[in-house]
């Protein structure tokens, strides 16, 4: 029974006629078929990727322009640097260059003379040679001249001090020669060169010398005095006292001898008082020679 009902399934399955319906295309086709909308969309995104980017790089580029502008000068002053640094490593690299070329050639045996290039090479390196010329002269006139200011700095106080020194010595041989020259006929005159020349109470010591009995044998013996100095040394010198020593050659005739006292030695302490030097004490400290020739009646 099993058998003939499974004929008859088989029959009934056999007869059933299939239904007229076009076959549908599979899942994979249609995938395959359809990626035009992916590809629509990528085309369109393109355009608004490329403004995008345009739209960044116009606002970096305003960003980058407001911040050179401050520097603008200083960027200016910078990339001429770099261009004459560069220029001149042109020109160091050329110079190689034809060195080098130069070198090949004399080694090559041709004996070519040297061209264009050569010649180029010859200014460069005479410029540079008239550039260190120059250099080296501009540097010895500044050296010369800081030198030659900073001397001047240093001699100011040693002019100085010769100045003061010579006014103190002037002043000093000037006194010891007024001091003893003299002339009997006019005493007066010569008391009052030295008195002018002094100060404090010289006065009363001048006349102790050479006032009264002194005074008294120049006129009886008709005495004329003339005096030279010989040196003048002076210590502890500044600007208002000194100390100096003098010494004096003097010659006295009379109506009777002429007497030579060689190197008398004056040692004088000196003040200055209204921007004058005056001498405000005097010793005598004694000849190194005197000689005396006696004068006869026929004389």
Do not use: C
């Not at 220029?87 to 070519?112: F, K, L, T």
Request: net charge negative; aromatic share 4%.
């Amino acid at each position: 029974m099993t058998t003939e009902q499974g004929l008859v399934e088989d029959t009934t399955l056999a007869a059933e006629p299939k239904p007229d319906t076009k076959p549908e295309p599979e899942p994979e086709t249609r995938a395959e078929t359809e990626p035009e909308p992916e590809t629509r969309a990528e085309t369109e995104s393109v355009p608004e990727t490329r403004a995008e980017e345009q739209a960044e790089a116009r606002a970096k580029e305003r960003a980058d322009e407001r911040a050179e502008e401050p520097a603008k000068d200083q960027a200016q002053a910078r990339a001429e640097e770099r261009a004459e640094a560069q220029a001149r490593a042109e020109e160091q690299a050329q110079a190689r260059a034809e060195e080098q070329a130069e070198a090949s050639e004399a080694e090559g045996g041709a004996g070519r003379t040297v061209g264009a290039k050569g010649a180029r090479w010859r200014g460069v390196a005479v410029g540079a040679v008239l550039a260190l010329v120059l250099a080296a002269t501009g540097g010895a006139a500044v050296v010369q001249w800081l030198t030659a200011d900073r001397l001047q700095g240093q001699l100011a106080p040693l002019e100085h001090d010769r100045q003061l020194r010579l006014e103190v010595s002037g002043a000093a041989g000037a006194f010891a020669t007024t001091l003893l020259s003299y002339d009997y006929k006019d005493l007066q005159t010569t008391r009052g060169q030295v008195i002018a020349m002094t100060a404090g109470d010289f006065l009363a010591t001048y006349d102790e010398a050479f006032g009264g009995p002194m005074e008294q044998v120049i006129i009886k013996l008709e005495a004329v005095s003339k005096a030279t100095v010989r040196e003048v040394y002076l210590s502890e010198v500044d600007e208002v006292s000194a100390k100096a020593l003098i010494s004096v050659d003097q010659q006295v005739t009379s109506k009777e001898a002429v007497r030579n006292v060689l190197g008398t030695h004056l040692k004088l302490v000196m003040i200055k008082q209204k921007g004058v030097w005056k001498v405000s004490d005097v010793t005598v400290l004694g000849a190194a020679k005197e000689t005396e020739t006696k004068l006869g009646k026929d004389d």
